[in-house]
C-alpha cells in the first residue's frame, strides 16, 4: 500500500522523546516553530495550522477541544487509514501536543465509520499511553497538563468531515454544516473553541517539532512547505500511498507512478477538478492545484462522461439536502448528465446547466455543494469534443 516513505511524514522516530522536548518547550515556541514552518492543513483547505491553533489558544474558556478529522470520506483517499494504522502514536502525541498548546484537556478522534476496525487498535494505543502517563493527569509530571482522548465513530456520510457538520455530528445532531462564522475556533464542539485537523497535519506539526521549522522548509515551494501524502488510484503500474514534496508538477507524479499514458488526472477527489494533458505541467501546491492528497488517474480507454456521470451520482446521494443549490443543482447536472448520455441534451440547455454548476459553487452553504459541480464543470470543458462527439 505504501510505495514510497519520507523524508518526513512516513519516518520512524521515537514518539515518545518528541514528545517530552514539546512540553520541555513553552506554548509560544511550538507555536512560533509551526509558523516558520507554514505548516497548511493537510485536509485540503490548506488553513495554516498556527492560525487555527493561536486562534483557539487565545479564547479564553473553561473547556476547549482537539479533534482529530479522521473521516476521510473523499473518494480517492485513503492515506489517513494508514496513519491510524501504522502511525497511531504519532497521531495521539500530535493530539496531545495540540491539547498542551491550546490549553485543552479533551481530545476527539472522529473516526470514519468504514474505519471500525482500526477502533480496538486505537484504543488500545490510547490505553498504553494512559499507563505510561502520557495521556491523563499531570502528564509526564507537568503540574496541571490534563489531556485524554476518545473515539468517536462516524455513522458514513461524506458531509461530515467537513468540520461544522463534523461538531453536529460529535454532538449527536443531523450531520448538517453550520453557518461561519462563527468558526469552530471560537465556537466549536459544545459550544467551546475547538480545533479539528486533519490525521496528516497532527502528525506532521509533530515532525516539525521534531526537526524544527528550517529543516521542514527545505522541502516543497515557498508557499507550500512540506511534503505531502498523496492517495494515488486508477490507470498507472503501482497506485498506492506516496510521500512527495509540495510543488511537484502532475508530469512528475505521473512518471513516479507509472501513469505517463494517462489522458486526464482527477486531483483532489471527487471535489477536485480533472485536468488534461496539456495541464499536466501544473504543480500540486497551494499556489496552482491544491489537494487533499487524491489524485485518480484515467487512462485512454476511460470514457470521461461516465466519469462526470459517477462523481454527480456520489454527490447526490452525499448532499446533505440543507440548502437550495446543492440539493437541487446536484440533482439537476446529474439528469443534464443522463440526457447528454442519451444525446438529449441541447448546446442552449448545456450552457445553462454550466451556469448552474457556477452558481452552485458560489451560492451554496458548504464546501460540498461548493464544489460538486467542479468535475462536472472541468470535463465538459476539457473533453467537450469527446463528450458530445462520441
Ligand atoms: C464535504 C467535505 C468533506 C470533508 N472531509 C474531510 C475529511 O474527511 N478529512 C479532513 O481532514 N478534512 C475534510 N474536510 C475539510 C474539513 O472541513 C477541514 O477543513 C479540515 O478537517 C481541517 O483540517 P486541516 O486544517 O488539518 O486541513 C472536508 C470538507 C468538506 C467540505
Ligand atoms: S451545500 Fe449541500 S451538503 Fe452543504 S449544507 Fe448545502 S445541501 Fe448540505
Not at 120 to 130: P, Q, V, W
Not at 214 to 223: I, P
Request: net charge neutral.
Amino acid at each position: 500500500m505504501i510505495q514510497k516513505k519520507g523524508p518526513v511524514v512516513l519516518i520512524d522516530i521515537d514518539v515518545d522523546e518528541v514528545f517530552k522536548k514539546a512540553l520541555s518547550m513553552s506554548r509560544v515556541d511550538i507555536l512560533d516553530e509551526i509558523k516558520k514552518s507554514g505548516l497548511k492543513g493537510r485536509g485540503g483547505a490548506g488553513f495554516p495550522t498556527e492560525t487555527k491553533w493561536n486562534l483557539a489558544g487565545t479564547a479564553s474558556d473553561d473547556k476547549k477541544y482537539v479533534v482529530c478529522n479522521a473521516d476521510e470520506g473523499e473518494p480517492g483517499t485513503f492515506k489517513d487509514r494508514v496513519l491510524l494504522s501504522d502511525y497511531t502514536d504519532d497521531l495521539l502525541a500530535g493530539m496531545t501536543i495540540a491539547g498542551y498548546v491550546i490549553g485543552s484537556t479533551q481530545g476527539i478522534i472522529y473516526l470514519r465509520c468504514e474505519y471500525i476496525y482500526l477502533y480496538k487498535h486505537i484504543n488500545n494505543k490510547i490505553e498504553e499511553r494512559r499507563k505510561k502517563n502520557l495521556l491523563g493527569k499531570n502528564i509526564l509530571g507537568k503540574d496541571g497538563f490534563n489531556f485524554d482522548i476518545y473515539i468517536q465513530p462516524g455513522a458514513g456520510a461524506y458531509v461530515c468531515g467537513e468540520e461544522t457538520a463534523l461538531i453536529e455530528s460529535l454532538e449527536g445532531h443531523r450531520g448538517e454544516p453550520r453557518n461561519r462564522p462563527p468558526y469552530p475556533t471560537v465556537v466549536g464542539y459544545l459550544g467551546k473553541p475547538t480545533i479539528i485537523n486533519n490525521v496528516e497535519t497532527f502528525i506532521t506539526a509533530m515532525r516539525i517539532i521534531d526537526k524544527g521549522a528550517e529543516w521542514f522548509t527545505k522541502y516543497g515551494t515557498d508557499k507550500s512547505t512540506g511534503t505531502k501524502l498523496f492517495s494515488i488510484s486508477g490507470d498507472c503500474r503501482a497506485p498506492g500511498i506516496y510521500e512527495l514534496p509540495m510543488g511537484i508538477t502532475v508530469k512528475e507524479l505521473l512518471a513516479t507512478v507509472g501513469g505517463e499514458d494517462a489522458k486526464a488526472v482527477q486531483v483532489g477527489g471527487a471535489s477536485g477538478s480533472c485536468i488534461t494533458r496539456n495541464e499536466f505541467n501544473l504543480t500540486l501546491a497551494y499556489e496552482d492545484i491544491s489537494t487533499g492528497g487524491s489524485i485518480i488517474i484515467f487512462g485512454e480507454k476511460r470514457n470521461m462522461l461516465d466519469i462526470a456521470i459517477n462523481f454527480m451520482e456520489f454527490f447526490v446521494e452525499e448532499s446533505c439536502g440543507q440548502c437550495t443549490p446543492c440539493r437541487y443543482g446536484t440533482e439537476t447536472l446529474l439528469e443534464g448528465l443522463y440526457m447528454l448520455k442519451n444525446k438529449k441534451c441541447s448546446i442552449k440547455y448545456l450552457k445553462e446547466l454550466l451556469q448552474l454548476g457556477e452558481t452552485m459553487q458560489t451560492a451554496s452553504k458548504c464546501g460540498l455543494g461548493q464544489s460538486a459541480p467542479n468535475a462536472f464543470i472541468s470535463i465538459l470543458k476539457n473533453f467537450k469534443h469527446e463528450i458530445l462527439c462520441s
